[in-house]
């Protein structure tokens, strides 16, 4: 009987001989300024036999081509991508700020299905977030939205005030009540109201006499305190425990106030048992020993009550709302609420 041998399919037995290529995703971050690319990055661009982008507006694409880098503006399938690479050519794509999901979602949809010779796959990210690399986002959003936004670009730093108060009380609560997704929300609610004064505060006008500054003076002014006033960490100085940074952060503080009373600096407007906390506390750092005063009136029994608990350790802001709390959950219950 004479047997009919069946031909192998055409991609296996002449693609086995055939170098497979490669495909090299190249991303950058939109938070470092173009042109800053990896060493690696910068060796792949070169080494390629073709590179591609689908966006020519790129921001990268000045940058590449002034190094003498040939981008072609096209935007392939991802059979076409394969093709690309036969006879072993690498393609390097420079991804565009959506990413190129369709070209990437066809490349596994390929491989996926065992029915292609796949070229090696590659994702090069060019350049990095670092740390902290999202509140640029935030300041550029924050930039738009008081330009455009018609609430927003009406606000003052008065008006804003209460804001600032409400999001750092819930910040507060956040805390105490332990619940990580609620601190990082109240967290952003905080951060919030610096970026938006600091925005307001670019606008300053020379004839209302204020000085405009921006976020990058805030920033750069608490960086220059820090470093100051951790002469442990930055300088020469030595701190073994909590008690000796303690020291070191109350003389450099002193030192840059130069106050003529340890009661300077302190806001009279924060709520009452925090105020008869802080006036005690400076007291006692300074070594003053200051009966608590007395008179008629309720008043004089809770600062007794105020400068006993900071004594003790004890912020009475915060005993006073977890009691408060205990006495919400009795009304709870007696309404029939209670869990």
């Given amino acids: 009987m004479n047997q009919t041998e069946t031909p192998p399919p055409a991609d296996s037995a002449d693609s086995a001989d055939e170098p497979v290529g490669r ?8 938070r470092v300024a173009p042109g800053l690319l990896s060493w690696p990055a910068w060796q792949a661009l070169h080494d390629a036999d073709e590179v ?29 991508l394969v093709d690309a690479c036969a006879g072993g050519r690498t393609v390097l794509v420079v ?14 949809r390929l491989a996926g299905s065992g029915r292609v010779a796949m070229p090696d796959l590659e994702l090069l990210p060019a350049s990095y977030d670092l ?7 935030l300041v550029q959003v924050m930039d738009r939205i008081r330009e455009e936004c018609p609430w927003s670009s009406q606000q003052t730093h008065k008006g804003l005030a209460k804001y600032a108060i409400e999001e750092a009380y819930e910040l507060v609560e956040a805390i105490e009540d332990g619940d990580q997704d609620e601190l990082r929300e109240e967290l952003g609610d905080v951060l919030l109201q610096v970026v938006f004064h600091a925005r307001i505060a670019e606008e300053a006008s020379g004839e ?18 820090l470093i100051h006033r951790h002469p442990h960490v930055f300088g020469d100085d030595s701190a073994q425990t909590p008690e000796d940074v303690r020291e070191h952060w109350l003389r450099t503080k002193a030192e840059e106030k130069r106050r003529t009373s340890i009661t300077e600096g302190i806001p009279l407007g924060q709520p009452a048992l925090a105020l008869a906390a802080k006036l005690s506390s400076r007291a006692r750092t300074a070594g003053l020993t200051i009966p608590p005063p007395t008179g008629p009136g309720i008043g004089y029994d809770l600062l007794t009550l105020a400068l006993r608990a900071e004594s003790e350790g004890v912020d009475p802001e915060a005993a006073l709302r977890s009691a408060s709390r205990t006495y919400r959950d009795a009304i709870l219950a007696a309404e029939g609420r209670g869990e």
């Fill in 131 to 137: 740390p902290g690399a999202r509140l640029l986002d």
């Fill in 95 to 108: 991804a565009t700020a959506e990413g190129d999901r369709p070209l990437t979602d066809g490349l596994a």
């Fill in 52 to 80: 591609l982008c689908a966006d020519a507006t790129h921001p990268q694409l000045p940058y590449l081509r002034e190094a003498g880098v040939r981008v072609e503006q096209a935007a392939p399938t991802a059979q076409e």
């Fill in 23 to 30: 495909v090299i995703l190249l991303t950058t971050s939109h």
């Fill in 208 to 225: 209302s006499g204020d000085e405009a500054f921006s976020i990058d003076d805030v920033a750069g002014g608490i960086v220059d305190k």
